[in-house]
């Protein structure tokens, strides 16, 4: 799991605690019971670069959904839900819908749905071995 992800993480359930206002302390000891070992200076900065209008090199601007009160004290920006997941959600997503287009295009060419299901087996055991 990412910093990014373990500090939304964090955030996620300070704020179902009823928190609506929180500290970078407060962040990193949810971050601790998530995943122990993290460096407190490592989730520092991921917080600060989540910080809505700051500029960061690998957050962008849909990433950022912390607002600063004041010196070491957060809150959200805008909802939870409302910020995106972005990375693997919309590879995952484009990955599938090649994977359903290959399947579509396998049935108009007349494969049966066991000949597909051995295909994409054979593909995924291919992948397994480094050949693909």
Do not use: C, W
């Amino acid at each position: 799991m990412t910093l990014k992800d373990l500090v939304r993480k964090a955030v996620e359930e300070l704020v179902s605690q009823g928190k609506e206002e929180f500290t970078v302390d407060e962040i990193y000891r949810e971050v601790e019971k998530i995943e122990p070992g993290r460096k407190r200076e490592s989730v520092l900065a991921v917080a600060s670069g989540l910080v809505v209008g700051s500029k960061h090199p690998v957050y962008k601007r849909e990433d950022q959904f912390l607002e600063k009160v004041r010196r070491g004290v957060y809150k959200l920006h805008r909802p939870i839900e409302e910020i995106p997941k972005r990375g693997r959600r919309k590879k995952e997503g484009e990955e599938e819908d090649r994977i359903l287009s290959l399947i579509k295009a396998l049935r108009e060419e007349g494969f049966s749905d066991e000949e597909i299901v051995n295909r994409l087996l054979e593909a995924v055991d291919l992948i397994f071995e480094g050949q693909i």
